[in-house]
């Protein structure tokens, strides 16, 4: 049972747009930076996003993240057979002194 | 370029021991913290804990506190996760990360991941 709560699968065709949703407490998302990431198979993971909306250089403006309260979403538009992927979201849980992650989210590019 | 690079695939056998590395290149290597994290088979990722290796400072989330060490060698730019008595349960694919701190913290880069399988 992970402390962040995201939903197990999202779906959507090639260049729609699809959110991904994370919900979390006020020990967590609600006084901490949100950050996404992408982890394509058989991969490592890779940061998409930190500070809940800043992207990395080289991280395509197709991905953005939103922080609202306690949950955080991760948009993605122009979708691409290449964004398949499980995307994760972390931050840190100042009750645990610990990082806590979401279950993942699996996107399917039909 | 900032890189962690870690360890190769292990195979042990229950109640063995086990040492992995993840060695760090492109940066200051002891004035960032290094997580260790892991993804059982099919599962998402879990937070073990971190190491600052320029002290050896550690923290341990509760879950992992007991069941493995973290250390770091920062003569050589490495930091480990260890093992003294593994368990099938341990099956999983372990990545280290290095920890970035400003107004808030995230994991960037990681490593490539080790895959640590535990079977008789």
């Known amino acids: 049972q992970s402390v962040l709560t995201q939903p197990p699968s999202v779906s959507a065709a090639p260049g729609q747009k699809v959110t991904i949703s994370c919900s979390g407490s006020?020990?967590?998302?609600?006084?901490?930076?949100v950050s996404w990431y992408q982890q394509l198979p058989g991969t490592a993971p890779k940061l998409l996003i930190y500070d809940n909306n800043r992207r990395p250089s080289g991280i395509p403006d197709r991905f953005s993240g939103s922080k609202s309260g306690t949950s955080a979403t991760l948009g993605i538009t122009g979708l691409q057979t290449g964004d398949e992927a499980d995307y994760y979201c972390g931050t840190w849980d100042s009750s645990l002194s610990a990082a806590v992650f979401g279950g993942g989210t699996k996107l399917t590019v039909l | 370029e900032v890189q962690l690079v870690q360890s190769g695939a292990e195979v042990k056998k229950p109640g063995e021991s086990l040492k992995i590395s993840c060695k760090g290149s492109?940066?200051?290597?002891?004035?960032?913290?290094i997580g260790w994290v892991r993804q059982m088979p099919g599962k998402g990722l879990e937070w073990m804990g971190i190491i600052y290796p320029s002290d050896s400072d550690t923290r341990y989330s509760p879950s992992f506190q007991g069941q493995v060490t973290i250390s770091a060698d920062k003569s050589i730019r490495t930091a480990y996760l260890q093992w003294s008595s593994l368990k099938a349960s341990d099956t999983a694919m372990y990545y280290c990360?290095?920890?970035?701190?400003?107004?808030?913290?995230?994991?960037?880069?990681w490593g490539q991941g080790t895959l640590v399988s535990v079977s008789s």
């Open positions: 492109g940066y200051s290597f002891t004035s960032y913290w």
């Open positions: 990360a290095r920890l970035r701190e400003t107004q808030s913290r995230w994991f960037d880069p």
């Open positions: 006020s020990s967590n998302i609600g006084n901490n930076y």
